[in-house]
């Protein structure tokens, strides 16, 4: 594709917005009208808690049903996202923006003083648009924060499952494909099997809905995590009998240390006298957990993040580092996030935190960092 071709693609035509409307309208009476576990949120500072229906399985497999129908009978193209990648891209980033914009002004309007909706407004336009000045804005009974992490979400696999496709039709479907596309779609299908653990996780409960969080959800996430499955597409990889092991090593200790450590913590928060690894839980000044994971490192759940983001580029090898883009970009947020929640905690728990910090010296990786 030339720059000529790249630039007229940069404006969206009418069939990428009909696309991301359909997908995003279809995710909005999807979440609405299907059967799921209905989930209480952490508790907010006002005491309250939201609800959260985590059908979000179950929508990704009745989307995937009428998709493959409409594959069938010819009258879905299975290459049309990959075929239109710059235009949704185009369109989504124009669609966050306003969508930014406008959760900025009701926003910062609003004259509710409940904890979800109350207005948070410094007076600086850039910081408030960028971080949000509402925890959990709604719209038409809809809880946008959840609803854009669950889009761009699934948003990932059906990219990644359009270029596999277009793979499969230029003849490029090897083990290296294989192996990024199966990793990729396992760690989002167990995203989505555990999906009530996200309501228990630091965007959901802390973080405002503001541009950052818009543009993570639906345009960097589905987007840039997907430049592994673009890369492979033009370069065919061939990779060893020691580097397939090693690869399928890297995925599987990274989702154990992941998965084992955000269930140990959603578990803990529901039941703070649940066994971890068959003993009691151990606690600092009767509040921050000890056992388990999080007696290895203070947020191992991070070094399993970053195991599983390498698995990910593994099978492009290291010609290029291109595909390394998602493992160095989670390394500097998670760091940063880390940072951040390590301050927060600090003034939180203050004495409690301090030794918390000598029992669990390491912030991520263990006897490293």
């Known amino acids: 594709m030339v720059m000529g071709d790249i630039l007229d693609a940069l404006i969206p035509s009418w069939s990428s917005v ?14 609405s009208v299907l059967p799921g576990k209905v989930i209480p ?10 609800h959260y229906r985590c059908n979000g399985l179950l929508s990704l497999i009745v989307l995937v049903v009428l998709l493959g129908i409409g594959v069938n009978t010819k009258m879905i193209s299975p290459t049309v996202v990959a075929d239109k990648g710059i235009e949704l891209l185009s369109a989504t980033f124009i669609f966050s923006l306003i969508v930014s914009l406008a959760l900025y002004a009701v926003g910062g309007k609003s004259r509710e003083q409940s904890s979800s909706l109350k207005a948070h407004v410094t007076g600086n336009f850039i910081h408030d648009w960028w971080f949000g000045v509402q925890l959990n804005p709604h719209f038409m ?7 854009f992490v669950r889009a761009g979400m699934m948003g990932w696999l059906f990219i990644n499952l359009s270029i596999f496709m277009k793979s499969i039709q230029a003849g490029n479907g090897n083990l290296s494909v294989i192996l990024y596309q199966l990793f990729v779609a396992l760690y989002i299908l167990d995203y989505f099997f555990y999906e009530e653990f996200m309501t228990s996780t630091w965007d959901i409960i802390a973080e405002r809905l ?17 430049i592994q499955g673009w890369w492979l597409l033009k370069n065919k990889v061939v990779l060893s009998e020691v580097a397939v092991i090693a690869n399928c090593l890297v995925f599987l200790v990274g989702y154990c240390v992941f998965r084992g450590a955000n269930k140990q913590k959603h578990v803990f928060k529901k039941n703070p006298k649940a ?33 599983l983001a390498l698995s990910f580029s593994l099978p492009c090898g290291t010609s290029s580092p291109i595909p390394y883009f998602y493992p160095i970009y989670l390394l500097i947020l998670l760091v940063w996030r880390e940072r ?6 600090a003034q939180k728990y203050k004495e409690i935190w301090a030794e918390y910090c000598k029992l669990v010296p390491w912030r991520i990786i263990p006897y490293i960092y």
């Open 275 to 307: 066994h971890i690894w068959g003993k009691p839980p151990k606690l600092v000044g009767g509040k921050l957990l000890v056992s388990g994971y999080w007696g290895v490192s203070r947020h191992c759940n991070y070094l399993g993040d970053l195991l």
């Open 18 to 31: 009909v696309i991301l409307f359909s997908y995003l309208g279809y995710l909005a009476i999807a979440g």
């Open 41 to 50: 949120g952490a508790i907010l500072s006002d005491g309250t808690r939201l």
């Open 141 to 147: 009974g809809v809880d946008l924060k959840f609803f």
């Open 210 to 226: 503001g541009y950052m969080l818009v543009f993570g959800d639906l345009v960097f996430i589905p987007f840039t995590f997907s």
């Open 340 to 345: 951040r929640d390590e301050e927060r905690c």
